[in-house]
């Protein structure tokens, strides 16, 4: 699998996801699917993803080429805080 088409197949599986997991109650937000992180070493890819929901999701989708499996995980972000450093 190739950097470009590993990147498109993690954006689907996120965005079906997302929609599997939204309030079925609310109507269907419009939202995109983009990569904060991405390397690839050898047969393996690994990315960070998000959405532009206000959600608090990031998702990290890793594929081993040897056995031609994408391993899928979903996080919660539940903190953001500095922390100064003294020197």
């Known amino acids: 699998m190739g950097s470009k088409e590993f990147i498109e197949k993690c954006k ?3 965005r079906k996801y997302t929609e599997e997991h939204l309030d ?8 995109e699917v983009f ?12 990315a960070l993803l998000s959405t532009t929901l ?8 890793t594929y081993n080429g040897d ?3 994408l391993y899928f995980d979903a996080y919660k972000k539940f903190e953001n805080k500095c922390i100064k450093i003294e020197e």
């Open 54 to 61: 206000f959600d608090g999701m990031y998702y990290e989708l």
């Open 24 to 31: 079925k109650s609310d109507i269907m937000p419009n939202f």
């Open 12 to 14: 689907e599986e996120v």
């Open 35 to 46: 990569v904060v992180w991405y390397s690839k070493t050898l047969q393996n890819h690994k």
């Open 67 to 69: 056995k031609k499996e």
